[in-house]
């Protein structure tokens, strides 16, 4: 079955960065959309960032653009998430998600989160 | 962007009886409006695509309907399992935008 283990969170200082990592299993990967969606006290559920099967796509929510940016492994069925500039409002659980396709921007399968904390 | 609206924020039922929740969107987005379930501590569950489509493994009295910018989730008799929160989420435009959520919860 399918399965999407994230890491990499914690807590980190304004402005700082931080590289979030998933890696997946139980489907094939290099075939599939990935995305990362984060859920914040502020805004509720928020994709941040979705990336194409093949990795020449991506798209990114307004407040994370120019800040984070997504990438993918398809040889080590592995997803990223460079976080930096990061700021208090960026805190919250930020999850991988398998696209429902290539590039269908809906998610079907879901990690369990990992934590982010933004905070001096 | 498309903003996403749901009713009630709380919903509070007995087990056995019938829930229906509703999202409005603030613009068309046609059919791809889905339906997520959520329970603490854990990571959102596709329920319904393209408004009506069940995701694989859901139980028959999880229904949807709607279009444009009306949608419904039903769910048709409440067992104890489904009470957690429910967002909707449309797909029409980038970005991808979620409503923020109805929690049924047991009365």
């Known amino acids: 079955q399918v399965q999407l283990v994230e890491s990499g969170g914690g807590v980190v200082q304004p402005g700082g960065s931080l590289r979030l990592s998933c890696v997946a299993s139980g489907f094939s990967f290099r075939t599939y959309g990935m995305h990362w969606v984060r859920q914040t006290p502020g805004k509720g559920l928020e994709c941040v960032a979705v990336?194409?099967?093949?990795?020449?796509?991506?798209y990114y929510a307004d407040s994370v653009k120019g800040r984070f940016a997504v990438s993918r492994d398809n040889s080590n069925n592995m997803l990223f998430l460079q976080m930096n500039s990061l700021r208090a409002e960026d805190t919250g659980v930020y999850f991988c998600?398998?696209?429902?396709?290539?590039?269908?921007?809906?998610?079907?399968?879901w990690g369990q989160g990992t934590l982010v904390t933004v905070s001096s | 962007e498309i903003v996403l609206t749901q009713s009630p924020v709380i919903l509070s039922l007995s087990p056995g009886e019938r829930a229906t929740l509703s999202c409005r969107a603030s613009q068309s987005v046609s059919n791809f409006l889905a339906w997520y379930q959520q329970k603490p501590g854990q990571a959102p569950r596709l329920l319904i695509h393209d408004t009506s489509n069940r995701a694989t493994g859901v139980p028959a009295r999880f229904s949807g309907s709607g279009s444009g910018t009306e949608f419904t989730l039903t769910i048709s008799s409440l067992e104890p399992e489904d009470f957690a929160v429910y967002y909707c989420h449309q797909r029409s435009n980038w970005p991808v935008s979620f409503g923020p959520g109805t929690t049924v919860d047991i009365k």
């Open positions: 998600a398998k696209d429902t396709g290539m590039f269908q921007w809906l998610a079907d399968s």
């Open positions: 990336i194409r099967d093949d990795g020449k796509n991506e």
